[in-house]
T-cell receptor, first 112, second 114 residues
Framework: EAQVTQNPRYLITVTGKKLTVTCSQNMNHEYMSWYRQDPGLGLRQIYYSMNVEVTDKGDVPEGYKVSRKEKRNFPLILESPSPNQTSLYFC???????????FGEGSRLTVL | QQQVKQSPQSLIVQKGGISIINCAYENTAFDYFPWYQQFPGKGPALLIAIRPDVSEKKEGRFTISFNKSAKQFSLHIMDSQPGDSATYFCAASRSGGATNKLIFGTGTLLAVQP
């Protein structure tokens, strides 16, 4: 089954404790991206990657890091989480061009 | 100029009624307009999409109406059902860019009452 898998789905952490949200896709997609979803703000892009070792900032990259060492994986790293990073995070992927964007089921993060 | 403005923020419709969600954009270079549907606890999924060479696209009970001169497009859900209750996002992108980045609207929470 074609899918984007995120882990963990739910996480409560404290300010400053580094965490990683993993994302993996099994569709051989070149393009991967991270979004955060907040009430009234919709989906905002954090980082994206066009291919292995090629990453770039989206609209709200502050406080986040990413890496793309393998085509299928695109982890999101919060080096020092803060309460304003409490949000619902989605990883997404698609092939090159403008095909359908496939989303994971989301990771709800709470930073205390 | 990169924004996509979506309204209303929330919508309550009776079963069998018509749900209408509107979006407006500024960037005339946008040429791809998808709608994504998101159920609680799930990620958004592509519902229907349109390109500006047509004014309307219909798939089952879902129709996109596109008005290029007004820079507006809307989603119509005919015979709305409780199973349509979800959050709907409009989006837009333009060809020719390096990433074909999708710009999303802020979402509309639709509740269809039985």
């Amino acid at each position: 089954e074609a899918q984007v898998t995120q882990n963990p789905r739910y996480l409560i952490t404290v300010t400053g404790k580094k965490l990683t949200v993993t994302c993996s896709q099994n569709m051989n997609h070149e393009y991967m991206s991270w979004y955060r979803q907040d009430p009234g703000l919709g989906l905002r892009q954090i980082y994206y990657s066009m291919n292995v070792e090629v990453t770039d900032k989206g609209d709200v990259p502050e406080g986040y890091k990413v890496s793309r060492k393998e085509k299928r994986n695109f982890p999101l790293i919060l080096e020092s989480p803060s309460p304003n990073q409490t949000s619902l995070y989605f990883c997404a992927s698609r092939g090159l061009g403008r095909g359908e964007l496939f989303f994971g089921e989301g990771s709800r993060l709470t930073v205390l | 100029q990169q924004q996509v403005k979506q309204s209303p923020q929330s919508l309550i419709v009776q079963k069998g009624g018509i749900s209408i969600i509107n979006c407006a954009y500024e960037n005339t270079a946008f040429d791809y307009f998808p709608w994504y549907q998101q159920f609680p606890g799930k990620g958004p999924a592509l519902l229907i999409a349109i390109r500006p060479d047509v004014s309307e696209k219909k798939e089952g009970r879902f129709t996109i109406s596109f008005n290029k001169s007004a820079k507006q497009f809307s989603l119509h859900i005919m015979d709305s059902q409780p199973g349509d209750s979800a959050t709907y996002f409009c989006a837009a992108s333009r060809s020719g860019g390096a990433t074909n980045k999708l710009i999303f609207g802020t979402g509309t929470l639709l509740a269809v009452q039985p």
